[in-house]
């Protein structure tokens, strides 16, 4: 079992970029994710939150308006494309699976009420 986050780098702000979490050894069909990100200096925190059954989506609100979260389950991948990139919002970020029998289970945030995680892209928002 795997996840795979990436498709992070240096972007200006105002910029975009769209992550990427490729599953392995197991199907997304059925699972939630979530993206956290960790910046330097800081702890771990919540960025957007995909549920396994409706495909209801959830946003920190310091990415709202921003960031939208996807699934495409032909490719198991989940997706979070970022528009309007911010400095703040350099960090790198991880994408991980909720634990069986917390999908529906709110708050999505804790970190202990997920069992895979990718390793985590970075993402750098500078001119």
């Known amino acids: 079992v795997q996840l795979q986050a990436f498709g992070g780098g240096l972007v200006q702000p105002g910029g975009s970029l769209r992550l990427s979490c490729a599953a392995s050894g197991f199907t997304l069909d059925y699972k939630a994710i979530g993206w956290f990100r960790q910046a330097p200096g800081k702890t771990r925190e919540g960025v957007s939150y995909?549920?396994?059954?409706?495909?209801?989506?959830y946003y920190a609100d310091s990415v709202k308006g921003r960031f939208t979260i996807s699934r495409d389950n032909a490719r198991n991948t989940v997706y979070l494309q970022m528009n309007s990139l911010k400095p703040e919002d350099t960090a790198r970020y991880y994408c991980a699976r909720r634990s069986k029998g917390w999908e529906m289970i709110y708050p999505w945030t804790p970190s202990n009420t997920y069992d895979f995680w990718g390793q985590g892209t970075l993402v750098t928002v500078s001119s």
């Open positions: 995909i549920a396994n059954s409706d495909t209801s989506a």
